[in-house]
T-cell receptor, first 115, second 113 residues
Framework: NAGVTQTPKFRVLKTGQSMTLLCAQDMNHEYMYWYRQDPGMGLRLIHYSVGEGTTAKGEVPDGYNVSRLKKQNFLLGLESAAPSQTSVYFC??????????????FGPGTRLTVT | AQSVTQLDSQVPVFEEAPVELRCNYSSSVSVYLFWYVQYPNQGLQLLLK??????LVKGINGFEAEFNKSQTSFHLRKPSVHISDTAEYFCAVSDGYGNKLVFGAGTILRVKS
């Protein structure tokens, strides 16, 4: 049981390049999330998904796109990278239903630098 | 809209001393409150959560937090810290929809020997 995994762990992009970050979870969770973490700002939600084939915008969605073609995977895309997107990106997943859950399980993060 | 304020960006403390990390929230609906910990170069893991019931919540590693609805606070405490508690701590709030979380800016706890 690997939990939540993220690929790649590190990446350096030049301004204008594109890339896709992959998140995978093996806990059969319905919900998945992408956050970015910047110093002094905590984690901010980029996009999230409440089920296969559905996605929604979070707090800071501009410049990012997502897809949830399979329940276990959640992809985050940057079509034209900008230096402002230099950050650490975290994926998380959780299970819906009763209020006994609500816990999100986080991946180890992807450190992205855009030069 | 929900928001979380962590009142201290850094808290230095000596080993075996008590510590309190402060968190205030604002929300117009019922809330669920969380504390997560992030060790250097790692992801976040859940310390504890308040969903309902007793306002004093106990978590892992000897941490506890108290939900105070009148003061809209959820402060994290530990009676005696260890060097290994050095990490960044995040307070978060959810209204339950989609289990989405709104995080505070984080508090770095530095435990000194």
């Amino acid at each position: 049981n690997a939990g939540v995994t993220q690929t790649p762990k590190f990446r350096v992009l030049k301004t204008g390049q594109s890339m896709t970050l992959l998140c995978a979870q093996d806990m059969n969770h319905e919900y998945m999330y992408w956050y970015r973490q910047d110093p002094g700002m905590g984690l901010r939600l980029i996009h999230y998904s409440v089920g296969e084939g559905t996605t929604a915008k979070g707090e800071v969605p501009d410049g990012y796109n997502v897809s949830r073609l399979k329940k276990q995977n959640f992809l985050l895309g940057l079509e034209s990278a900008a230096p402002s997107q230099t950050s650490v990106y975290f994926c998380a997943s959780s299970s819906p239903g009763t209020t006994l859950t609500l816990e999100q399980y986080f991946g180890p993060g992807t450190r992205l630098t855009v030069t | 809209a929900q928001s979380v304020t962590q009142l201290d960006s850094q808290v230095p403390v000596f080993e075996e001393a008590p510590v309190e990390l402060r968190c205030n929230y604002s929300s117009s609906v019922s809330v669920y409150l969380f504390w997560y910990v992030q060790y250097p170069n790692q992801g976040l893991q859940l310390l504890l959560k308040y969903l309902s019931g007793s306002t004093l919540v106990k978590g892992i590693n000897g941490f506890e937090a108290e939900f105070n609805k009148s003061q809209t606070s959820f402060h994290l405490r530990k009676p005696s810290v260890h060097i290994s508690d050095t990490a960044e701590y995040f307070c978060a709030v959810s209204d339950g929809y989609g289990n989405k979380l709104v995080f505070g800016a984080g508090t770095i706890l530095r435990v000194k020997s």
